[in-house]
C-alpha cells in the first residue's frame, strides 16, 4: 500500500516569502501521480497542482511549483511570494494509475505573517 | 462551470440516530469518491463510485455506513446508527473518468455527534 509522509506539522511564514513544505512518498508501483491540495478554514479541498511520476519537468501553477524528485521519492511543495491568503492547511497526496484513489498526507499548516 | 455541491454543510446529532449527506458532482464527472476527514487528520476514502457501480468500498463500515449513486449523478450516504467517531468532515469529490486523474472537492459536510 501506498504511503506519504509529511513531517511538517506546522510553519511560519512572512508575506512575500517563499516556503517550501516537504513530502515523501512511498510506492513500488511505477506509475503514479503525486496532489497537493490547500484547506482553508471553511473546509473545502481545493487543487493545487498535480505531477505525474514520468513527467521529465517540475509542475509549476502560477505561484506553486513541485520539486519532484523521483529518486529520493519526494514531492515537495513550494509556494512563492507568500500571501496572506495562502495561511490553510497544505495535503500532499498520491494516487496509482490502477485505481485513482487517493491516499492523503497528515496535513501541514501554514501561517502567513504580515 | 459548477464546482461539487455537498449538503447540509453542517449536522448535529446524537448517537445511535441516523443522518444522511447529498453528494452533486461536477457535470459530466464519471467518478465520485466520498472521503471522511477527522478532525487533524488527512481524509480517507469511504467508496469510490464510476457512474452508478462501486468500484471501491473496502474502507466503508458496512455495519452502519452505506452509499448510493441511482442513475450515476447525484449521491447519498448515510450512516446507521452514528457514533461518536463518526464525527467528522463529509468530502464528496468526483473526477471525470478513470484516465482523469484530478479530483475535485465539494465544501464538505461536518458532522459532529454527541
Known amino acids: 500500500a501506498q504511503k506519504i509522509t509529511q513531517t511538517q506539522p506546522g510553519m511560519f511564514v512572512q508575506e512575500k516569502e517563499a516556503v517550501t513544505l516537504d513530502c515523501t512518498y512511498d510506492t513500488s508501483d511505477p506509475s503514479y501521480g503525486l496532489f497537493w491540495y490547500k484547506q482553508p478554514s471553511s473546509g473545502e479541498m481545493i487543487f493545487l497542482i498535480y505531477?505525474?511520476?514520468?513527467?521529465?519537468q517540475n509542475a509549476t501553477e502560477g505561484r506553486y511549483s513541485l520539486n519532484f524528485q523521483k529518486a529520493r521519492k519526494s514531492a515537495n511543495l513550494v509556494i512563492s511570494a507568500s500571501q496572506l491568503g495562502d495561511s490553510a492547511m497544505y495535503f500532499c497526496?498520491?494516487?496509482?494509475?490502477?485505481?485513482?484513489?487517493?491516499?492523503f498526507g497528515a496535513g501541514t499548516t501554514v501561517t502567513v505573517r504580515a | 462551470e459548477a464546482g461539487v455541491a455537498q449538503s447540509p454543510r453542517y449536522k448535529i446529532i446524537e448517537k445511535r440516530q441516523s443522518v444522511a449527506f447529498w453528494c452533486n458532482p461536477i457535470?459530466?464527472?464519471?467518478?465520485l469518491y466520498w472521503y471522511q476527514q477527522i478532525l487533524g487528520q488527512g481524509p480517507k476514502l469511504l467508496i469510490q463510485f464510476q457512474n452508478n457501480g462501486v468500484v471501491d468500498d473496502s474502507q466503508l463500515p458496512k455495519d452502519r455506513f452505506s452509499a448510493e449513486r441511482l442513475k450515476g449523478v447525484d449521491s447519498t450516504l448515510k450512516i446507521q446508527p452514528a457514533k461518536l467517531e463518526d464525527s467528522a468532515v463529509y468530502l464528496c469529490?468526483?473526477?471525470?473518468?478513470?484516465?482523469?486523474?484530478?479530483?475535485?472537492f465539494g465544501p464538505g459536510t461536518r458532522l459532529l455527534v454527541l
Open positions: 469529490a468526483s473526477s471525470l473518468d478513470p484516465g482523469e486523474e484530478t479530483q475535485y
Open positions: 497526496a498520491m494516487s496509482l494509475s490502477n485505481d485513482y484513489k487517493l491516499s
Open positions: 505531477q505525474g511520476s514520468y513527467d521529465q
Open positions: 457535470s459530466g464527472h464519471a467518478t
